[in-house]
């Protein structure tokens, strides 16, 4: 027979407790990095207050300050993870990619057309500030770097498509270059379709490679190779 409560009703079962108490923390901190993400997008970090975050909540700031101690680091979360959503929603955009020229110009197109790169280029930035942070950022980074190899280690696979570079290589060179030129991008006012051009640009065109069989190698090709990319002879 289970405990009882003075007046005979059943008394709580503490784990179920714990388990609620767990569950409403993490739906209280979604909440307060959802309105962060949105309103630091918006205004920037100095322009936001914690009262402000609080508030599109519909939270206390004191929430605030025990799930994040501080703004900063409230704004540093809010941008990797914003970070690690588009990388999930930029290889679902390029599962359907059935060469690798549409596979790269998928994940151009997709990690172009938000400011989430940008907003975590500042988080990159405040950590110079803030060491405390940088932690959380490597992490991000290494995801980033590491679940695109899987996803493009994936579709080389399916595809047959072959690569003198490894998937983290690829993977790494991908969002080195992407947030250099988005962050230029941002910072010259240029347009998405301009940013997504130039990443198309810097990165090189791919030529399609249709199977392991054909003796073919998939490659990234750079200006002075153009003439090669016409044989179909390419390397990545």
Not at 125 to 152: C, F, K, N, W
């Amino acid at each position: 027979m289970g405990s009882e409560t003075a007046s005979g009703m059943p008394a709580p079962d503490p784990k179920h407790a714990v388990r609620a108490t767990r569950s409403a923390g993490r739906k209280m901190r979604s909440l307060l990095l959802d309105a962060a993400s949105r309103l630091f997008k918006e205004r920037g970090l100095s322009g936001t207050s914690i009262s402000d975050i609080a508030a599109a909540a519909d939270a206390f700031p004191s929430q605030i300050t025990y799930y994040f101690r501080t703004k900063e680091a409230l704004f540093v979360e809010a941008a990797s993870r914003d970070m690690l959503y588009l990388a999930r929603a930029t290889e679902q955009a390029a599962l359907k990619a059935h060469t690798p020229r549409d596979y790269t110009r998928a994940l151009a197109e997709t990690v172009t057309a938000t400011d989430t790169v940008a907003f975590f280029a500042e988080a990159l930035t405040l950590t110079r500030r803030r060491q405390d942070l940088a932690p959380l950022v490597e992490r991000t980074i290494e995801r980033l770097h590491s679940e695109g190899a899987r996803a493009y280690a994936g579709q080389v696979e399916r595809h047959g498509w072959r690569s003198l570079r490894a998937p983290e290589e690829s993977s790494r060179r991908f969002w080195a270059i992407a947030i250099g030129v988005i962050v230029e991008g941002f910072a010259m006012g240029r347009a998405a379709e301009e940013m997504c051009r130039e990443l198309l640009r810097a990165l090189g065109e791919q030529a399609t490679s249709p199977s392991m069989n054909d003796g073919s190698r998939l490659r990234i090709v750079g200006d002075r190779d153009h003439s090669s990319a016409t044989d179909g002879e390419t390397s990545s």
